[in-house]
């Protein structure tokens, strides 16, 4: 079968979606309105409220919500279940789950002055369950900041031969990435001070970006350390140093400019591989489900593949970093209401595509070929180099693009992540001041250096990357943390809606990944205080998320029983 059929389907499902259960979100269940004045028109102070337009917020937003799981989970899973298994949770999730996760975050956010998901929860829900929920949440964003700092830093050091006996060197993935951020500074200066509009300066800069790609191997950023496993560790403490930085920095002179161009890049990476789908006459190759053979879709097949299938991929089907990012930082810039379906639906749905895309980088390959052995982002960007080849891009720009364009999603999601958990250190002390943004950026950024210095082993006693050791546990509360904010997105339509039945669109999905991700935790403690493997920090921190889990979910069906009794209060929605 060529691949074309089954990335085709795909796109015309989610544009299907889009118009039409997207449309049932923005008019029946969130009523969007753009008479109400949203909180970047209302406070506008030129820090962290600033409207922005529509264009600029949807790459900042979905470039800063794709990081790296939209391409490693699908590719992954992809590989450990089969193809037609991680396509059909992507498109599925995106759209039932993902995307009303996504959507409901963002105008929950707005319609509490632009509050996070955890005020949300607390003035929907209690106090007690906001301070459990923040916990969770912090946690969760330092095992995303190690997973994602880790995998960005296996980029820069050492090298790949190709099979046609070219080298991609990481040094020139190292200096590109390191020139792709100086642009959006010089941009955001030039158009702040130079009065350069953003569609100008967009066309200037953009072409910039494939001139750092280029210009990379010839101006190579190489750390003086012979050993490998060092100079990675230290290319992560640098990317965390950058992280410190650009969480404190205003968001117009980095956030939102990177975020255009950004966005527009990873555009453009799917343009090419759509372009390369089209015309490369690519067939499948790859198994449609793997230990079929064997197990005739026996007990090895549906387990452990639920629930692992529902935690590895998450970034391209449903992932509760999006809540952060919806409430954290988009509803600051939501300019008006109804921008919240392109922005909160559609860039879910344009995630998945990413998945896709990701997957059909699996489905071309040989079940024997040797690439499969190789980290995901190569994976990804050999596909993505593939793509390329067929327009007369040589494969060594080709796959230098495609790890790019994977490096970019992470700078991305890396920076809003420290800045969120620095909204959280906070909101948690109460110290708004520079005392507080220091303590929460130095926190956030800080904790995950513990992990990225310890050198992880397999059970052979091999070393392993430390993404790799990280990454379902990652998954598994990234996926609790999405339950969590659908559980506050449905109490929160119930005591504002009560008359309707709307709040089941959010409880249902809630519900799903609620299950599926303590199945997963449970998992993870069973594996390391039963049969002895992983990290010995798994474990304990898989129980600490489960009991928050549990107590938040407490907290909620008493919050409910209180309501009932209580008089209804609407949301005013003119």
């Known amino acids: 079968m060529n691949v074309l059929y089954i990335v085709l389907g795909s796109a015309l499902i989610f544009l299907i979606a889009y118009n039409t259960y997207g449309k049932f979100l923005s008019k029946k269940v969130f009523k969007l309105d753009d008479k109400n004045i949203t909180p970047s028109i209302e406070v506008n102070d030129g820090q962290d409220y600033v409207p922005a337009k529509k264009g600029m917020l949807m790459g900042q937003h979905f470039s800063a919500i794709a990081a790296a799981g939209p391409i490693n989970g699908p590719i992954i899973a992809a590989l450990a279940f089969g193809w037609v298994p991680a396509l059909i949770w992507v498109i599925i999730g995106s759209i039932f789950i993902g995307g009303v996760h996504d959507m409901g975050s963002l105008i929950a956010s707005v319609r509490h002055k632009a509050k996070s998901i955890t005020e949300v929860i607390r003035q929907n829900v209690s106090k007690r369950a906001w301070g ?5 949440i912090w946690i969760t964003l330092v095992y995303i900041i190690v997973a994602f700092t880790d995998i960005t830093a ?38 702040k001070f130079g009065k350069v509009k953003e569609g100008v300066a967009t066309l200037i800069f953009l072409p910039l970006v494939g001139v ?10 190489a750390l003086p350390i012979a050993d490998p496993i060092l100079a990675q560790k230290i290319w992560g403490t640098l990317i965390l140093i950058y992280c410190l930085v650009a969480s404190i920095i205003p968001m117009w002179l980095l956030l939102q400019p990177r975020g255009a161009l950004g966005g527009y890049f990873l555009y453009a990476a799917l343009i090419v591989a759509a372009i390369g789908i089209i015309f490369g006459g690519y067939t499948v190759n790859y198994p449609a489900f793997t230990k079929l053979a064997d197990a005739g879709l026996g007990s090895d097949f549906w387990f452990p593949m639920f629930p692992v299938l529902f ?5 391209g089907a449903c992932s509760g970093f999006h809540s952060l990012v919806s409430s954290g930082t988009t509803s600051k810039q939501l300019r008006v209401e109804t921008d919240a379906k392109p922005i909160g639906y559609g860039a879910m749905l344009l995630e998945g595509m990413v998945a896709v895309v990701s997957i059909s980088c699996v489905m071309i390959l040989a079940s024997n070929s040797p690439i499969i052995n190789k980290a995901p982002n190569f994976i990804y960007a050999t596909g993505i180099g593939s793509f390329m080849k067929l327009i007369g891009v ?17 700078y991305d999601t890396l920076d809003v992540c420290t800045r969120l958990g620095r909204y959280i250190i906070e909101e948690l002390t ?62 929160w339509l119930v005591n504002s ?11 249902i999905p809630a519900t799903v990944m609620f299950v599926m991700s303590n ?56």
Request: with cysteine; net charge positive.
């Open 497 to 507: 809606r009560r008359e309707s039945k709307v709040w089941l669109v959010s409880f």
């Open 311 to 315: 935690i590895t991929i998450a970034c």
């Open 154 to 191: 296996t980029s820069f050091v050492g090298n790949v031969a190709l099979e046609s006996g070219e080298v991609v060197n990481g040094s020139a993935i190292a200096s590109s990435s390191i020139m792709y951020l100086i642009l959006p500074i010089i941009m955001a200066l030039v158009m």
């Open 394 to 410: 040589p494969v060594v720009f080709g796959i230098s693009f495609g790890l790019m364009a994977f490096t970019t999603f992470v």
């Open 430 to 491: 109460g110290w708004r001041d520079i005392k507080g943004k220091l303590l929460g950026t130095i926190l956030t950024a800080g904790v995950p250096l513990l992990f990225i210095f310890q050198t992880m082993k397999d059970a052979n006693g091999n070393v392993i990357p430390a993404w790799k050791t990280f990454w379902n546990t990652f998954g598994a509360s990234n996926q609790l943390l999405a339950a969590l904010a659908l559980i506050g997105i449905s109490v």
């Open 132 to 136: 459990l929920f923040m916990i969770f």
């Open 212 to 221: 750092a790609i280029w210009a990379g191997k010839y101006f190579p950023v």
């Open 519 to 574: 199945f997963a935790l449970l998992i993870d403690i069973h594996k390391g205080w039963v049969l002895n493997t992983g990290h010995p920090a798994i474990p304990y921190v898989s129980l600490i998320l489960v009991i928050l889990s549990i107590l938040v979910s407490v907290e909620t069906v008493i919050s409910i029983i209180k309501n009932k009794k209580t008089p209804i209060v609407k949301e005013k929605i003119k």
